[in-house]
């Protein structure tokens, strides 16, 4: 994150304390937790202690609770740190005094300027105890306050497991897809006896359809969403007088809230996914329509960010499906990858590839400030018709499916040499589920390459062709994807030609590079377009 800031506002008088009026969660996922390896030793643990549970933002769901006292902190120095989207805000102080409210007169829940103040006038008795929380900041900060601590929680896989399977690689490269066929192998997830169910691994090939011709949407019903209760009024007050108090800076739309901050919540979100959209999931999606902006994606990864839902259970149900000849293999495949593979695998490098992953690694020399466009979702500022949307998107929702985050913003970044750790950041603080974990191997390695091939083995850079393939951008747009020069060249072509010539120093060792590399070198208005590119001033 971005060096912090703090408001300063005078302290509240006293702490506060939420109602202890208590509310059931009704909950389909949560029998899983009963059997995780952590919550055994936890229990142990808690059986000679009696010890309050301090839960952070990542820890929401009953998957981190094994009874006994709980503290939350609510800080206002988390939200003050840098600019943050506004339905990012909302989402986790709804979640947080939601989880207060049910958790009743079990829970301690303090709000404050800072964590230090909050835990300066904590009222319980006894030592802390905590699930390792999910930031480097966080982890120093309990260690050094000497609170117990019980092994991470929230993934298919554990760190340790991680660590032993990276280091018998024995200088190999971690790649994603040796890590998932591990973790299908020893979870059972899609196996038929010792083979993948179907004879193989990845049906990322048949998932790659263009969007339905002349479609503005897929034709789904809406996703199920929450209801705003009196929780979020009050959220919306007090970020409302944050705001004009000048003690926090939001961004975005403050649109009613899309995303579970519930446990019931997020499982009626994963309900609705199973029974109406994880069959069009698979093949649509890579896809992308301007009327469409959940296509079949089942916006589930903020509330498992949360700790919502418990994602071995999550993928468990999904794979369910397949089994009882409900949802085709490949769509049920694809979201396993995403969450037991893709999601378990970024989090695993946070803590593998160290501390300074995302503020060291520049590999191909990007230096570019974010536009204002970028800080202040300004979309109107945006001509080429895919970005605006994109970026209309995220201010309107504070999320974006991932091929808009990588081929759409991510490659529009990639091209124009976007200094990485400032677009990492960004990402953590304009998205719902962004976190500092999640964000490092996506942004800084998958997206910009930034690390020299340690996540990804080549960058994610293409020209308009490819979006206008997937999406339905182009038709609407004054750009032509087929141009690389002249007043209507689409910046994603020619801006393609102009990223290749300015790392082809660096990239010229890759190997899957050299069939691009070796277009540019035939490229025969290549200095025009080079020139072109550096003269254009609009996005």
Not at 165 to 187: I, M, N
Request: negative net charge.
């Amino acid at each position: 994150m971005p060096t912090a800031w703090f408001s300063l506002i005078t302290p509240p008088a006293a702490k506060t304390v939420v109602p202890t009026t208590t509310t059931a969660t009704a909950n389909r996922v949560t029998a899983a937790a009963i059997t995780h390896p952590a919550y055994r030793q936890a229990r142990t643990v808690q059986g000679m202690t009696k010890a309050t549970r301090w839960l952070f933002a990542g820890q929401l769901g009953s998957l981190f609770d094994d009874g006994g006292p709980i503290l939350l902190i609510e800080a206002k120095s988390v939200f003050a740190r840098a600019p943050m989207h506004r339905a990012k805000a909302h989402l986790l102080l709804s979640a947080l005094r939601h989880r207060a409210r049910e958790l009743g007169e079990r829970c301690e829940y303090l709000r404050a300027d800072t964590f230090a103040e909050a835990l300066a006038r904590r009222s319980g008795d006894g030592d802390l105890e905590v699930i390792d929380p999910t930031s480097y900041g966080a982890r120093r900060e309990v260690r050094r306050r000497g609170c117990r601590i019980l092994p991470s929680r929230g993934f298919v896989t554990s760190e340790d497991d991680f660590r032993a399977w990276a280091d018998a690689r024995q200088g190999k490269r971690l790649l994603l897809e040796d890590f998932y066929r591990q973790v299908r192998e020893r979870t059972g997830l899609l196996m038929e006896g010792a083979q993948p169910a179907g004879g193989r691994w990845n049906y990322d090939h048949d998932n790659r359809a263009s969007p339905p011709k002349g479609a503005v949407s897929l034709g789904l019903p809406d996703p199920w969403w929450p209801t705003e209760d009196d929780i979020d009024d009050e959220v919306r007050r007090d970020l409302d007088r944050w705001q004009a108090d000048g003690s926090v800076t939001l961004v975005g739309d403050d649109g009613p809230r899309r995303f579970a901050a519930t446990e019931a919540e997020a499982n009626r979100a994963l309900d609705d996914f199973l029974e109406v959209r994880l069959g069009d999931f698979g093949p649509f999606e890579d896809a992308t329509l301007t009327g469409d902006w959940t296509m079949a994606h089942s916006l589930l990864s903020a509330p498992l960010n949360l700790g919502l839902l418990d994602p071995r259970a999550v993928v468990e149900r999904v794979a369910a499906e397949y089994e009882r000849g409900a949802a085709p293999l490949a769509s049920v495949e694809g979201f396993v990858r995403q969450v037991a593979g893709w999601r378990d695998y970024v989090w695993h490098l946070y803590w593998y590839l160290g501390e300074d992953y995302s503020t060291s690694n520049n590999a191909l020399g990007a230096h570019e400030p974010l536009p204002a466009a970028f800080l202040t979702l300004s979309p109107d500022e945006i001509e080429a018709n895919c970005l605006h949307h994109a970026i209309a998107g995220v201010r309107e929702h504070g999320w974006a499916h991932h091929i808009q985050r990588l081929m759409v913003i991510g490659n529009w970044a990639l091209q124009r040499g976007y200094d990485p750790r400032a677009l990492n950041d960004w990402f953590v603080g304009m998205f719902v589920d962004g976190t500092p974990w999640v964000m490092p191997a996506n942004v800084v390695g998958m997206s910009q390459h930034a690390d020299g091939g340690i996540v990804a083995t080549k960058p994610y850079a293409s020209g308009g062709a490819y979006i206008n393939r997937m999406t339905d951008f182009c038709a609407g747009c004054r750009f032509s994807p087929s141009k690389r020069l002249g007043p209507d060249a689409c910046p994603y072509t020619a801006g393609y030609w102009a990223f290749l010539d300015r790392t082809e120093p660096i990239l010229r060792s890759n190997q899957r590079m050299a069939q691009p590399l070796s277009g540019l070198r035939g490229l025969s208005d290549r200095e025009a377009v080079v020139a072109q590119e550096r003269r254009r001033e609009s996005l």
